[in-house]
Nanobody, 124 residues
């Protein structure tokens, strides 16, 4: 199975920066897209940023110009650089990977896997 582990969350004052990381492990044949999503208390999970294999990136309007998604293909790691943080950025941040993975049986399986999340709290 593929596993995603997020790190880098924590408490930050408004205006500060944090960098989230998401490390993938397992037999990964191909990653077609990776993304960061967030869920604030009492709200639905929403897309923050996503980047495809063709390097087409998408950002939520609320984070454009402040957040940047990137990836290290060699290390199977994706990052979310968050600058100029605002209290409304407070949420649990999840990473997601889409593509194909293996189980060592010679077959390929569709991959849509989520990490368990990391909490980001931005204070005033």
């Amino acid at each position: 199975q593929v596993r995603l582990v997020e790190s880098g969350g924590g408490l930050m004052q408004a205006g500060g920066s944090l960098r989230l990381s998401c490390a993938a492990s397992g037999i990964i044949f191909r990653i077609t897209a990776v993304g960061w999503y967030r869920q604030a208390p009492g709200k639905q999970r929403e897309l923050v940023a996503r980047i495809t294999r063709a390097n087409i990136d998408t950002y939520a309007d609320s984070v454009k110009g402040r957040f940047t998604i990137s990836r290290d293909n060699a290390e199977n790691t994706i990052y979310l650089q968050m600058n100029s943080l605002k209290p409304e950025d407070t949420a649990v941040y999840y990473c997601k990977a889409e593509g194909e993975y293996g189980l060592g049986d010679g077959r390929s399986y569709d991959m849509n896997v989520w990490g368990k999340g990391t909490l980001v709290t931005v204070s005033t």
